[in-house]
């Protein structure tokens, strides 16, 4: 069971650059989210979606996108990549918006701007 | 809104210590409490939740009671291990103010000395 998977697990970009950070879950969970994760700061809700066709915006949404075709699928989209992106990116799952579901988180991606 | 307060960290023990990392909660609905742990270089794991009040979740000698009176879910463990050094999130998710979201606080960073 592979759970949450994210992908690249690294990466660096340049000031202007363009990239799509992937996440895909495999437990048919209706919400997903991503999360930013700095240092002293906990985890920033990004962007989540409660089912296929439905997004929102979380705390920190500015410089982000997000689109969520299939169930499986929550890309996060980066259109031109800053220096204060520089963070490590978490995507999360659950089964239910229900709040007694704990969320599955990836492994995260470790994003540098130069 | 809605919001986790846990006492910063770093924390340093000496194995076999006793451990208490404080975690209280603001909420408009009634939410779920949950527990993170966070190893080197690895995503979150859920340690424990409690779904509602005068819960008691448990894992891995970790315990920590739902306290609605006092808006609180403090992580205890009576003895802790060289292997139990990671970073430790408290969470919460409910209807209302968050919208179903996971509201984290900024961490606890526990080091068990040998």
């Known amino acids: 069971n592979a759970g949450v998977t994210q992908t690249p697990k690294f990466q660096v970009l340049k000031t202007g650059q363009s990239m799509t950070l992937q996440c895909a879950q495999d437990m048919n969970h209706e919400y997903m989210s991503w999360y930013r994760q700095d240092p002293g700061m906990g985890l920033r809700l990004i962007h989540y979606?409660?089912?296929?066709?439905?997004?929102d915006q979380g705390e920190v949404p500015n410089g982000y996108n997000v689109s969520r075709s299939t169930t499986e699928d929550f890309p996060l989209r980066l259109l031109s990549a800053a220096p204060s992106q520089t963070s490590v990116y978490f995507c999360a799952s659950s089964a239910l918006r229900g709040s007694n579901q704990p969320q599955h988180f990836g492994d995260g991606t470790r994003l540098s701007i130069l | 809104g809605d919001s986790v307060t846990q006492m910063e960290g770093p924390v340093t023990l000496s194995e076999e210590a006793c451990l208490t990392i404080?975690?209280?909660?603001?909420?408009?609905?009634?939410?779920?409490l949950f527990w993170y742990v966070q190893y080197p270089g690895e995503g979150l794991q859920l340690l424990l939740k409690?779904?509602?009040?005068?819960d008691k979740g448990s894992n891995k000698g970790f315990e920590a009671t739902y306290r609605k009176e006092t808006t609180s879910f403090h992580l205890e463990k009576g003895s802790v291990q060289v292997s139990d050094s990671a970073v430790y999130f408290c969470a919460l998710r409910a209807y209302g103010g968050s919208q179903g979201n996971l509201i984290f606080g900024k961490g606890t960073k526990l080091s068990v000395k040998p």
């Open positions: 404080n975690c209280t909660y603001t909420a408009t609905g009634y939410p779920s």
């Open positions: 409690a779904t509602k009040a005068d």
């Open positions: 979606s409660v089912g296929a066709g439905i997004t």
